[in-house]
């Protein structure tokens, strides 16, 4: 079992950051990919980016690409999301998301290919 906990939400201006926090306990990581993705109201839920916990590769969606970045710190088992320029668009509940396997696969961009889930944290963009 992995237990994730989200932090760092809240009320930004459009344009203005946020880093997402995600700390992750109760199993070793090395062979995991880790995710964000996020749930606007009426919306599926979206794949936003994705990173290897033993290389530190990474992958975005093209919607975040160059605006939001995904990294981890193993020393602290934690998955962040610096998310800067945001748009009224990028408004909605982020969640993180772990699962064993490679990064580089199909499933990795699809909510199905990850088995375990944060609570989420709300992102809020006012325009």
């Known amino acids: 079992q992995v237990q994730l906990v989200e932090s760092g939400g809240g009320l930004v201006q459009a344009g203005g950051s946020l880093r997402l926090s995600c700390a992750a306990s109760?199993?070793?990581?090395?062979?995991?990919?880790m995710a964000w993705f996020r749930q606007a109201p009426g919306k599926e839920r979206e794949f936003v980016a994705a990173?290897?916990?033993?290389?530190?590769?990474?992958s975005y969606a093209d919607s975040v690409k160059g605006r939001l970045t995904i990294s981890r710190d193993s020393a602290k088992n934690t998955v962040y999301l610096q998310m800067n320029s945001l748009k009224p668009e990028d408004m909605a509940v982020y969640y993180c998301?772990?699962?064993?396997?490679?990064?580089?696969?199909?499933?990795?961009?699809?909510?199905?290919?990850?088995?375990?889930w944060g609570q989420g944290t709300q992102v809020t963009v006012s325009s």
């Open positions: 109760g199993r070793t990581l090395s062979s995991y990919r």
């Open positions: 990173i290897s916990w033993s290389s530190g590769s990474t």
């Open positions: 998301a772990a699962s064993s396997g490679p990064l580089y696969s199909s499933i990795a961009s699809r909510w199905q290919g990850y088995i375990y």
